[in-house]
Nanobody, 124 residues
Framework: QVQLVESGGGLVQAGGSLRLSCATS????????MGWFRQAPGKEREFVAG????????YYADSVKDRFTISRDNAKNTVSLQMNSLKPEDTAVYYC?????????????????WGQGTQVTVSS
């Protein structure tokens, strides 16, 4: 079983940046597609970004494209989400998740393991 732990959340002003990290353990990290989701109060958990096991394929939600960058370091068993030009609507709990799919999926049900989440708050 895979264990995921997110870190790096916090409070930032609109236009600022944050970098989230996810540490993994339990199975061979490089064999999992990794994704970031977020959930704001009263809203559904939504896909943010994903990266294939090789790191060669990435996919972003339209709402974050060109602002966020997902990356992974298989040697360190970590995946990161660099968030730039943050907006108040980016405020949410951000979750790291892993999937057995080779192509980056975007649905919650397509990810098998989840972290506890880290809060990101963007002030206006």
């Amino acid at each position: 079983q895979v264990q995921l732990v997110e870190s790096g959340g916090g409070l930032v002003q609109a236009g600022g940046s944050l970098r989230l990290s996810c540490a993994t353990s339990g199975r061979t990290f490089s064999r999992y597609t990794m994704g970031w989701f977020r959930q704001a109060p009263g809203k559904e958990r939504e896909f943010v970004a994903g990266i294939s096991w090789s790191g060669g394929s990435t996919y972003y939600a339209d709402s974050v494209k060109d602002r966020f960058t997902i990356s992974r370091d298989n040697a360190k068993n970590t995946v990161s989400l660099q968030m730039n030009s943050l907006k108040p609507e980016d405020t949410a709990v951000y979750y790291c998740a892993s999937s057995s799919w080779l192509v980056v999926p975007t649905g919650r049900s397509q990810y098998s393991y989840w972290g506890q989440g880290t809060q990101v708050t963007v002030s206006s």
